[in-house]
């Protein structure tokens, strides 16, 4: 079994620590690590502004810029050609899923595909109050906002997340499409803050249930990502262990990733997940 870090970051990240990813990439070698993926937050489309309604730095602070897509290309590249004799450096981004953009998203992939090894495909944007986009990891107080109407039935959030998730398996973004989906479980992010039960009812473990299938079908990989572990108000990984030993059953590909935005969070929580790793 290769020991891979699958989903990272680096010091172009405008939520992240300001780390250089060089550094990120050196303890990754220090720690074992035979493989690493660069997986920079791909630029927003330019009109995702215009329907988007939560806190601006939600939406300014999510992703890099597309400005700035080819510098990052070009340092991930370096490294990749740099660390070479140490450690196999896969370049890539983290891809949002966003409906009603995937003509956008296509021609990004389009445009940059083809320098990229390792892509991870993500929902971090859900339709909300006024029908309007909100993040649904960035502050406490924009999620109790934008989607107080479904936090009444938490399992009708639950739904809402998990159809967008089913949509990123299934939707047609060309022949560089991601083939990884990034923290299926990302709604859980603040469930201590709000309570959110553990269990899903019998229509979300279906949803669940049609999600895996088409994962399975399709090839694709799952991100078993230990972020969550270290969340002030989550506490798990993502996705829930329930969902990741019901993957492993499948035999669906399960690949490790710290998510890490700084030097200190490469490699977090890998023991924990050892054991799933196919």
């Given amino acids: 079994m290769v020991k891979k870090d699958g989903h990272t970051h680096t010091q172009f990240c405008p939520h992240g620590s300001g780390d250089d990813a060089e550094l990120m990439i050196q303890k990754a070698i220090k720690m074992g690590f035979e493989e690493y993926s660069i997986t920079e937050?791909?630029?927003l489309p330019e009109t995702f502004g215009d329907v988007y309604a939560g806190e601006i730095t939600g939406y300014t602070e999510a992703s890099i810029t597309m400005e700035q897509v080819e510098p990052y290309l070009k340092f991930a590249e370096k490294m990749q050609q740099k660390y070479r004799d140490q450690i196999k450096i896969n370049v890539g981004f983290e891809v949002d899923y966003l409906p009603g953009f995937e003509n956008w998203t296509t021609e990004f992939l389009n445009r940059f595909g083809s320098r990229t090894q390792d892509n991870v495909l993500s929902v971090h944007f859900m339709p909300g109050k006024d029908n309007k986009f909100w993040c649904v990891d960035d502050t406490i107080s924009d999620f109790a906002t934008g989607?107080?109407?479904?936090?009444?039935?938490?399992?009708?959030?639950?739904n809402h997340f998990f159809n967008l998730e089913l949509q990123a398996v299934t939707v047609d973004l060309g022949?560089?499409?991601?083939q990884r989906i990034g923290h299926l479980t990302l709604i859980r992010k603040f469930q201590d803050y709000f309570n959110l039960p553990q269990q899903l009812d019998e229509k979300n473990t279906a949803l669940i249930d049609e999600i895996l299938q088409e994962i399975?079908?399709?090839?694709y990989q799952l991100d078993l990502n230990t972020a969550g572990l270290y969340k002030e108000y989550c506490n798990e990984i993502y996705p829930s262990k329930n969902i990741v030993s019901q993957a492993s059953q499948m035999k669906i590909p399960l690949v490790f990733g710290s998510d890490a935005h700084s030097?200190?969070?490469v490699g977090h929580g890998y023991h924990e997940i050892a054991e799933y790793i196919n």
């Fill in 175 to 178: 022949e560089y499409k991601p």
């Fill in 41 to 43: 937050h791909a630029p």
């Fill in 263 to 265: 030097i200190k969070e």
């Fill in 216 to 219: 399975k079908q399709r090839g």
């Fill in 147 to 158: 989607f107080a109407a479904s936090l009444t039935d938490p399992q009708i959030l639950f």
